[in-house]
Every structure is written in C-alpha cells, then in structure tokens.
C-alpha cells in the first residue's frame, strides 16, 4: 500500500544534541510537509518542499532545518534541541498544492528533550 | 487570512448514536477545500472526509457525513452509529486558493468519546 513513513516513531535525545527525523513516502507526490504538533494544539506547519524548491515558514526557528534529497525523502534536522522543542513530528505529503489535493499524514516522531 | 473555529473542545456520545462535530470557517478566497482529519492518541492524522466550496452535495465517506453550509460558513462533521474506536481528537482544516502552497489551516480540534 502507498504510504507515508516515518522514523523513528520515539525519538529521545538530550538538550542541545543535534537529532534527524526521517520522512518516506511511496506516493510519490510532488509536496511534502513537515509539522510540529504540541499536547493539545493544532500541528503548526515548520516548512515544506514543493519538489525541490524549499518554503518556509516565517516563524520557524533557525534551529529547525529540513532537507529533500529526492522526491520520496525528506528529512527535519534540529540542530540544538531545547526542552520547548519536545513534540510530536508529522510529515504529510499532497501530490499538488490545489485546494482539492489531501494532505496525507505519516504515523508521527514524539521527541523527547531530556 | 483564513481561519478555523471549532467551539467544541469535547464532545460525548454513547455507541450506536450520532454525533456532530462543528467547524465554521472564514476566508475571502472562492475556491477553497475543507477536510477533516481524525487523531487517536497513538498520534497519527487521518484524512476522513473532504468537501470543495464548489461541490453542490454533502460529502459522504461510509459512517462520516459533511453538513456544508456555504452561506454560514459552516462544514459540520456527523458521524453516524458511534463506534468506540471513533474515541479521537477530531480536526477541521482548510485548503483556499490563495494559501502559500497550498498550506492547511487547522482548528484547534474536538476531543471525541464515545462510551458503551
């Protein structure tokens, strides 16, 4: 089944220890998504790849940085962990960017800041 | 700007009965897509149900329902024959035309259970 995957699904790591998460997808759509999702809010959109052309969002932190190698990867690197960056991850993918095109949603990376 | 309302932070229903889940919207954009998303705790979002600002019929997926109304800039979500695996958070979310990329807007979400 076509799919977004990602990896790790628990990610402990230590203040200020630089972590990766991974984002798959056999979709093979054209947009991928990164966002940050805290205890009892709404995800927040960090940026997103259309193809290979990088958006972000103005009020992503600089320690938030995120690289598409191809089109089924995508990855976040945070370089600096802080104890506000513990959060569950999603990556989501749409094959265009219309209005009709459904974001769909990997299982999720819940960081934890030690 | 566009912008999701949902007034409902819980909602309670037993199984076997209908819910409704509330989602107002705002945006000045004519074309628009409204989706709603369902979360368990283990942390996934799963698409459940979309509706375009052009459609002129109601979505329908299986047990879920969308109850558009344009002019109130409403896309309620009804969910028939509760189940207790539908015990989630429940998101609604647009997509408008003039949105960067084509970026979502989420609500701040409904938190549904459903008891026997």
């Known amino acids: 089944d076509a799919m977004v995957i990602q990896n790790p699904r628990y990610q402990v790591t230590q203040f200020g220890k630089p972590v990766t998460l991974s984002c798959s997808q056999t979709l093979n759509h054209n947009v991928m998504y990164w966002y940050q999702q805290k205890s009892s809010q709404a995800p927040k959109l960090l940026f997103h790849y259309y193809d290979k052309d990088f958006n972000n969002e103005a009020d992503t932190p600089d320690n938030f940085q995120s690289r598409r190698p191809n089109t089924s990867f995508c990855f976040l690197d945070i370089r600096s962990p802080g104890l506000g960056d513990a959060a569950m991850y999603l990556c989501?993918?749409?094959?265009?960017?219309?209005?009709?095109?459904?974001?769909?949603f990997g299982p999720g990376t819940r960081l934890t800041v030690l | 700007a566009q912008k999701i309302t949902q007034t409902q932070p819980g909602m309670f229903v037993q199984e076997k009965e209908a819910v409704t889940l509330d989602c107002t919207y705002d945006t000045s954009d004519p074309s628009y897509g409204l989706f709603w998303y369902k979360q368990p705790s283990s942390g996934e979002m799963i698409f459940l149900i979309y509706?375009?600002?052009?459609?002129?019929q109601n979505a329908t997926e299986g047990r879920y329902s969308l109850n558009f109304q344009k002019a109130r800039k409403s896309a309620n979500l009804v969910i028939s024959a509760s189940q207790l695996g539908d015990s989630a958070m429940y998101f609604c979310a647009m997509r408008a035309e003039g949105s960067t990329l084509g970026r979502l807007y989420f609500g701040r979400g409904t938190q549904l259970t459903v008891w026997p």
């Open positions: 989501a993918t749409s094959r265009w960017s219309r209005v009709t095109d459904t974001q769909y």
């Open positions: 509706q375009g600002s052009y459609d002129q």
